[in-house]
């Protein structure tokens, strides 16, 4: 089975993150940038139905010429090669832009199952599984916390807020998954010397036939007319436990007519 | 006055609370239309409910099968009605699936969507609070019919009662729309405590609580609170809770009237899930943990000590 792998460089979520004064767009050039964290558990999945049932792993990524890192990251991981979908065009792209451009890149290669992330932590909006398997007209299996291949018969257990369901499709398709699904491999120092040597394959927008124009900022389907760092949130009282903190705690809560 | 489709949220016959708050933000930007997918006769049943909150109009896109498939029919319906109907928005819960149905509308219909959204003007601007909550965001759709993914408690459900005229709507799956079959639902039961998303009161534990045993400390106060079980994802890494109660970056965001927090820290991971609590209280050891930012009310003190009092401090007050 022929997997891609979509991979997003993001700023490490567990640090400060902005938006660049300029031009709203998230500031990529101060930030720690990491693999998004829901994709290496994507890469991990592939790796293991790669390990079942034979074929290819192919990393998937759009990004600036900093995503390398990230891509060699990836490979290290153990997939075999990566196609790095770089140019200044794309800058400031929104999802349904990034869909376009990623529906095209996926045209061009020979799959039969994606595997992305379910969500990115910068952009939260969960949603490009689903616009991808849209444009592309192929099954949409969404949200998965375990997947198993039978052929070419794909069944997940979708992640609901009180359970999961169960659903079925054929290939080709495109899979997302949440971080319940696997453990994700750390890159054995075999892996990470043999990435240095992977094939990336670097595409701009005329190698794909997308058009400059539909793509980036000035395609941008909605605007930002504002944005500020939330005001801090105050602080109020603290106390240190003398043996009555928990009555003092719901006097308090009583005190608010919360109980 | 200009319609405005609002996808109606709902499980096992009844509406969710978040439709009633999409048809309240629907009400600000022209009529809202609530659509129902579901089963033949599933709208007649929700009708009361969507006309006290301002359906004008209920569209009843209704056949045996049209659940039978995952996220795409939904989209397909919304995407039909709106080429009929040209609203002047389309509204839709956020969750997960809600955003997937949003990302597969914004593809049919070339239209911008915002998801997340905590605040909706009548203007159209909508307010996300971005990166773990850190930035607060106003943006506007500029192309196409805005979708607008709302969060839960973005606004307060007002009843304002309307006709709610039933338009039946054929519907017929284009052969995409089914390549997703739903084989079975399965419900893992959080047993009799409340929905964590949906509680009015959140208790959750982190590292400091050091056990999965110990865990029984956060539920009995939970339980004296009548009040739904969360945990950080220190605590969920560490074996010692559930996956799915977990709040924060990569688990459930909860925004209720209060947050108890019992051993958490209060990593950017945690906060991101829970800051728009109305009213925050964390135990703690640490009198420098974070969480004492964002605290109402902080106690430094051990939580094994201070959880049972007030447990039973809560069940003393309730006779």
Not at chain 1, 48 to 67: H, Q, Y
């Amino acid at each position: 089975m022929n997997i891609v792998v979509l991979v997003k460089q993001v700023p490490d979520s567990g640090t400060e993150r902005s938006l660049r004064a300029d031009d709203k767009t998230v500031e990529r050039d101060s930030a720690s940038l990491v693999i998004n964290e829901m994709d290496e558990y994507a890469i991990e999945e592939a790796l293991k139905v790669k390990e079942a049932v034979g074929g290819t792993v192919t990393i998937l990524t759009m990004g600036p010429d900093k995503a390398t890192e990230s891509i060699r990251k990836a490979l290290s991981m153990g997939p075999d090669a990566a196609v790095h979908v770089n140019d200044p065009a794309l800058h400031g792209s929104d999802a349904l832009a990034t869909s376009k451009v990623l529906a095209k890149a996926l045209q061009g290669l020979e799959w039969d199952l994606v595997i992305s992330g379910a969500e990115s932590t910068d952009g939260r909006a969960a949603a490009m599984a689903s616009m991808l398997s849209e444009r592309l007209g192929v099954a949409g299996l969404t949200g998965a916390r375990k997947l198993t291949v039978d052929g070419s018969t794909l069944t997940i257990e979708r992640q609901l807020e009180d359970g999961y369901q169960v659903v079925e499709a054929q290939t080709p398709a495109i899979v997302s998954v949440w971080d319940t699904i696997n453990e994700p491999r750390y890159p054995s120092f075999k892996g990470i010397m043999a990435a240095k040597k992977k094939p990336v394959d670097t595409k701009s927008l005329a190698d794909l036939g997308v058009d400059a124009g539909e793509v980036g900022l000035g395609a941008a389907t909605s605007k930002v007319v504002d944005a500020a760092p939330r005001p801090p949130r105050q602080a109020g009282q603290k106390v240190t436990d003398e043996g009555d903190a928990g009555s003092k705690l719901v006097a308090y809560l009583a005190a608010e007519k919360i109980v | 006055m200009a319609e405005v489709l609002v996808l109606v949220e709902h499980v096992d016959g009844a509406v969710k609370k978040i439709t009633t708050e999409l048809l309240t933000a629907a009400r600000s930007l022209g009529e809202p239309s609530a659509v129902v997918v579901g089963t033949p006769g599933t709208a007649a049943g929700y009708a009361d409910t969507l006309k006290e909150f301002g359906a004008a109009k209920i569209y009843a896109a209704e056949s045996d099968d049209v659940l039978s498939y995952l996220v795409a029919p939904k989209a397909q319906i919304l995407a039909q009605l709106a080429g009929e109907a040209s609203p002047a928005a389309i509204l839709i819960a956020a969750t997960a699936e809600g955003k997937e149905i949003a990302g597969r509308l914004a593809v049919k219909l070339e239209s911008g969507l915002l998801y997340d959204v905590v605040d909706l003007g009548g203007d159209g601007v909508a307010t996300q609070a971005i990166f773990a909550g850190q930035v607060i965001v106003k943006s506007q759709v500029t192309t196409g019919t805005p979708i607008y993914v709302l969060k839960g408690g973005a606004v307060d459900a007002t009843p304002a009662p309307a006709a709610g005229e039933l338009v039946e709507v054929a519907v017929s799956l284009d052969e995409t729309a089914t390549k997703a079959k739903i084989l079975d639902r399965v419900v893992e039961s959080s047993g009799s405590r409340p929905e964590l998303t949906d509680a009015n009161i959140v208790v959750s534990g982190g590292r400091g609580v050091g056990s999965a045993d110990n865990f029984k400390v956060v539920e009995d106060l939970a339980d004296s609170l009548g009040a739904a079980v969360g945990a950080s994802r220190a605590a969920v890494d560490s074996g010692f809770y559930p996956h799915q109660f977990q709040v924060g970056q990569t688990g459930k965001t909860v925004s209720p009237q209060l947050y108890v927090a019992l051993g958490i820290s209060g990593a950017i991971q945690h906060r991101a899930g829970m800051q728009t609590s109305k009213t925050i209280v964390a135990v703690n050891k640490d009198p420098e943990a974070p969480i004492f930012e964002l605290a109402d009310f902080g106690v430094v003190g051990d939580l094994f000590a201070v959880a049972p009092q007030a447990a039973e401090e809560v069940r003393k007050r309730k006779g």
